[in-house]
Structure formats: structure tokens, C-alpha cells
């Protein structure tokens, strides 16, 4: 028989756990969460990890959520044990990522009486969850346990839309153990019901649409979605549409515009009319170049449109005029079948114009571009292996990787929720343990990496991972974005100059280690680094970039790129 804790509560929230399709936890150590631990890992429906440091934990934990697109658990001890978590359950909310917090409590009549590891659990995550509960450890009357079964329920049906917190107070001892019979155990399923355009509302909507000769889709941060990426294929045969995607938006067809800020750098002041859009249709999560924001907020469309249901009053181009609580699919759908007149103007050609001219000075820029994070950026996404999954780390690497077009068969991935750099290695470990079929290379800054070090510090790395840490000697994003360079205090207190290596890391880890400081030295090793190894363990490259060039080289890479008879591609 499967060993069980005493703790009724407990049996019931693995029962229910099981019942809502949640089989994988995330455990940090710790003594309080013992009947947790006792419960989940001594059955075998369910699998689990345990991550010492918290903060990586529930990286971890949304990596394998995000892969798995299913919620996930990651479970801890009292205290401030609890409170690591919270980068990651900000980043689950903002993705909507189905990440379920189960925090173990001292009994809540010690809050505030100096007993050890006791703080204020209940609502620590307010601001950032979807809902929360704390539930009876041993719960005794029918309805005692009928409240337990009722809160399980309806978190776990929650968590579909981003994170929920459960609190468990426990009571000693701990570790006893008990049967593991869970009466009256029931599944309330919330059904999800898809909402379609009435004939009133696609009236109104195509009387916006036909009266706008210039139409311009954006698509921001989302999983795979091939429906998607036909219907907007169908999209741009409509003369008077662009569609702008980004890597992280994983829609790739050569009628899209893919590389935002390479092909917006020449839509200068002189002509700031040329390229705004009359109907702003923006589909998806975050949308990551900065330029791209800073044209539309000063060039501001008539109208915009947000499609999805996720964040509904989300204005990030200060001009939302139409929010449509629907899927894409549907909402494209309506555009495609109703009565949308097509072909209003040249628009979208004037777009791809655009973008045709500038990937040619693009293509002869890299010819002979000097050693910079920009050439390595290059090489490493032309050496990613086809239908393999990519990661990136924030700050420079992600904006570097913008400026060059995606491939199709690869899956982009970055944590731009909150975009922060805690936790990027953990979250694609996170997604590398969940799919150990398929390949997964992260490209991290060396800031980012040495920030998450303790995201090897367990016994789950898997074979299948390999890691870029680009080393520039600091936070290089400081370099490249407008406002640090005129701070006396840039080098010291924004890019942090550091001189250190991830070598002693990687060795302290038992993680395979490489080194390069050129692009042949980079070439030659790609081949072993991509290879299975000997002692299955995963692979690290340290590539090390002359900080002093790299914004130099970004800086004259805009300068080449850029279309300067602007005014001649209006159309």
C-alpha cells in the first residue's frame, strides 16, 4: 500500500490534484511541508523534484508548466521560504502560465508570537495570483472536508488562467503516517466556453475596418499556434495589412515582418506619418521592442483593437480603443469570412518594401562585421539545430536575437512576463526536464547567469540542455540603450562591471564546460557541443565579447541598415 501522511487534508489535495491533471511537483526542502513530501513522493502517479534554492524552484516549476501547458506545483516550508517564490509566480501571472504555489504554514495562532519560520502567509501573493486559499489540515465533519474538496477544486480549475497560492497550516508532529482512503472524492469541471462575435458586433468591427486604409497587426509573445499562422498568411494578401511578429511570437512566413527594430529604425521624425496605421490590431503577450512602442505612442492609431481574453484593459500603445475577450482564431475568423472589404490601399506592401531593402544591408553588414556579442549572436542562432526549442535570456540577448529572422521549425522562448533576469536558466531547465525528447539551448548574458547559478544546483539536469553564456564583463544592456551613458556612475552601478568565469560554476556542477573568444573558436567546437555526452550531463559554452566594441557595433549596424530615401517607398 502507497505510504500516505495522516493528514486527511493532505490525502484530499493529492486526490484532487491527480483528479484536475496536476501529476508533476516542484519541492524546495524544508521540515513544515514533511506530510506534503511524505504524500506526493510515495506515489507513483505523481512525479516529483526537489530544488534546494526556492527562487529556482518555481522557475523550475513554470519552465515545466509552460512546457507542459499544464499546471504544475511547487511546494515549500513556512517562512520566508515562501516569499522566493514570488519572482516566479509575478512572471506565471503576466503569462497566464498555470503555476499552482502550495506553501506549508505554522499553526496561525503563532503569526506574530517570534516562534520560528512564522510570517504572514495568507495573501502574501495578492497583487499576483489568480486566487488563494489556506485549507484544514485535519479536517473532521462532512463539511469540514466538503469545504477542503471545494477550495482544491476550484484553485486547480483557476490556475488555467495564471497562478494560485494554497496555504496548508500544520500542526506536529509531521511525519506520522495514516491510510490512504479519501471518501467523496469529486471533480468540479469549469467548462470553457469559447465567446463568438455577434452579427451586431461584426458589423460595427468591419465599419472600422473598411473605413481604415491602413491596417497593422502585431503579435507578441505566444506558444506555437499554426492556425493562427495561416489565417494571418491569408491576412497579408490583403494589400492594406502588415503584420509584425517577433521570435517569441512563434509565427514565421516570409509575408510577415519578423525583425521590428531593424526595419522600424528607419522611420524617422522627418516623415513620422508614413508608416502610422489607421487600426492597431494587437494579438498575444508582450511585445518586446521598445521601438515599436515609442513610434505608436507618438504616432497614435484612430483605432486599436486587443484580441484575448488575458489582460483585457492592457494599454501599452496609450491609444485602446476596442478590447475582444475572444481567441485569435475566432476573432480572424470573422475578419476572414464576414464582410471585411480587402485591398483599401498598399499599405502593407509599403511595410515589406521596407523590410526588403533594409535584410539586404542587413545580409551585406554581416560580410565583415568586427568581433561583437552582435556577430556571435548571429553565428550561435544560425547553429541552433531545426525543430529544437530555443531559450533566451533578458536584457541584450533577447534584443539581439529580434534582429534576425526566426526558423520555423524552432520553438523561442524567453520570460518576458516581467521580464526580468532572475530564473531564465531554471525556467528552461524547467521546460528541458518536461520534454526530454527534443533539444533545448538557452543564450544567457553572463549577469543573468551568475544570478541563477543555483538553477544547476540539484540532481535533475538533463542531458538534452545546452547553454551559451555570452560574457561581455557586465550588464552590456547599459550600453546599448539610450539614458546610462550619460551617468558618471554607468560602469559601477548599471553595467556592473565583473571579471569572473562560469568555468568554476560549471565545474562545482559537473556541468561540461567550453570556452571560446572568437567566432573560429566558436565554430570549431559547435559540433561536440551539440553531441551527446559521455557522462550525459549537459554542456555549457562561455563565450567571451570585447565589451569596449560591442556597443560600437551595434550602433554602426543601425547606422548601415538604415533606408535613407524613406519617402520614396510611399506607395
Known amino acids: 500500500m502507497t505510504s500516505n501522511s495522516e493528514k486527511y487534508g493532505v490525502q484530499q489535495l493529492k486526490e484532487q490534484c491527480f483528479l484536475n491533471d496536476l501529476r508533476t511537483i516542484v519541492f524546495s526542502p524544508g521540515s513544515r511541508n514533511a506530510p506534503l513530501v511524505i504524500a506526493f513522493t510515495q506515489d507513483e502517479r505523481f512525479t516529483c523534484y526537489v530544488i534546494p534554492d526556492e527562487r529556482s524552484a518555481a522557475f523550475y516549476a513554470l ?19 515562501l516569499l522566493n517564490y514570488y519572482p516566479a509566480v509575478s512572471e506565471a501571472f503576466y503569462r497566464t502560465i498555470p503555476l499552482v504555489i502550495i506553501s506549508a504554514d505554522r499553526p496561525s495562532e ?84 469559447e465567446s463568438i462575435l455577434s452579427s451586431q ?58 525583425c521590428i527594430d531593424r526595419t522600424i529604425n528607419s522611420i524617422t521624425s522627418d516623415y513620422p506619418e508614413l508608416f502610422r496605421p489607421d487600426l492597431l490590431i494587437t494579438i498575444g503577450g508582450a511585445v518586446i521592442s521598445k521601438k515599436i512602442k515609442s513610434y505608436l505612442r507618438s504616432n497614435k492609431p484612430k483605432n486599436h483593437w486587443k484580441i484575448g481574453n488575458d489582460f483585457q484593459f492592457m494599454d501599452t500603445f496609450q491609444s485602446l480603443t476596442t478590447s475582444i475577450p475572444i481567441s485569435p482564431n475566432t476573432f480572424l475568423s470573422s475578419i476572414l469570412e464576414s464582410n471585411f472589404k480587402f485591398g483599401l490601399s498598399r499599405y502593407g506592401e509599403q511595410w515589406k518594401q521596407l523590410d526588403y531593402l533594409i535584410q539586404d544591408k542587413h545580409n551585406n553588414y554581416f560580410h565583415d562585421v568586427a568581433y561583437s556579442d552582435l556577430s556571435v549572436v548571429q553565428l550561435l542562432l544560425d547553429a541552433i539545430p531545426e525543430k529544437s526549442q530555443l531559450h533566451f535570456g533578458n536584457s541584450s540577448v533577447i534584443r539581439y536575437a529580434q534582429l534576425f529572422d526566426p526558423v520555423q521549425s524552432i520553438i523561442h522562448k524567453c520570460n518576458r512576463g516581467t521580464s526580468g533576469i532572475d530564473g531564465s536558466t531554471s525556467t528552461a531547465l524547467g521546460n528541458c526536464l518536461a520534454d526530454p525528447d527534443h533539444l533545448h539551448t538557452f543564450i544567457s548574458g553572463d549577469i543573468s547567469f551568475f544570478y541563477d547559478s543555483n538553477a544547476f544546483w540539484n540532481h535533475h539536469l538533463p542531458s538534452n540542455f545546452r547553454m551559451f553564456v555570452i560574457n561581455n564583463g557586465g550588464g552590456g544592456i547599459f550600453n546599448i540603450i539610450p539614458g546610462p551613458e550619460k551617468s558618471e556612475v554607468k560602469e559601477k552601478y548599471f553595467v556592473a562591471n565583473q571579471s569572473f568565469s562560469a568555468k568554476s560554476i560549471c565545474e562545482a556542477f559537473e556541468v561540461n564546460y567550453m570556452c571560446a573568444s572568437s567566432m573560429d573558436e566558436i565554430d570549431s567546437q559547435l559540433n561536440s557541443f551539440f553531441e551527446i555526452q559521455s557522462n550525459e550531463r549537459p554542456v555549457l559554452m562561455e563565450i567571451f565579447t570585447p565589451r569596449e566594441k560591442n556597443d560600437e557595433v551595434l550602433k554602426d549596424y543601425f547606422k548601415k541598415i538604415k533606408v535613407k530615401e524613406i519617402k520614396k517607398l510611399e506607395l
Open 63 to 81: 519552465g515545466m508548466a509552460e512546457q507542459l501547458q499544464k499546471p504544475v506545483a511547487v511546494a515549500c516550508t513556512s517562512g520566508s521560504a
Open 110 to 193: 503563532w503569526t506574530d508570537m517570534g516562534d520560528g519560520q512564522t510570517i504572514r502567509q495568507e495573501g502574501v501573493f495578492k497583487n499576483h495570483i489568480i486566487d488563494q486559499t489556506s485549507l484544514l489540515e485535519s479536517p473532521k465533519s462532512e463539511n469540514e472536508k466538503w469545504f477542503n474538496q471545494r477550495e482544491i477544486d476550484r484553485l486547480l480549475q483557476k490556475c488555467k488562467k495564471g497562478p494560485v497560492h494554497i496555504n496548508f497550516p500544520f500542526n506536529e508532529p509531521l511525519y506520522n503516517l495514516g491510510d490512504n482512503k479519501v471518501s467523496g472524492t469529486v471533480q468540479t469541471e469549469l467548462l470553457e466556453l
Open 201 to 258: 458586433q461584426i458589423s460595427k468591427l468591419s465599419e472600422v475596418w473598411n473605413s481604415s486604409k491602413r491596417k497593422l497587426i502585431i503579435c507578441g509573445q505566444m506558444s506555437q499556434n499554426g492556425y493562427l499562422q495561416e489565417q494571418l498568411k491569408q491576412l497579408t494578401k490583403d494589400s492594406s495589412v502588415a503584420v509584425l511578429v517577433e521570435n517569441t511570437s512563434n509565427l514565421s512566413d516570409r509575408s510577415f515582418i519578423h
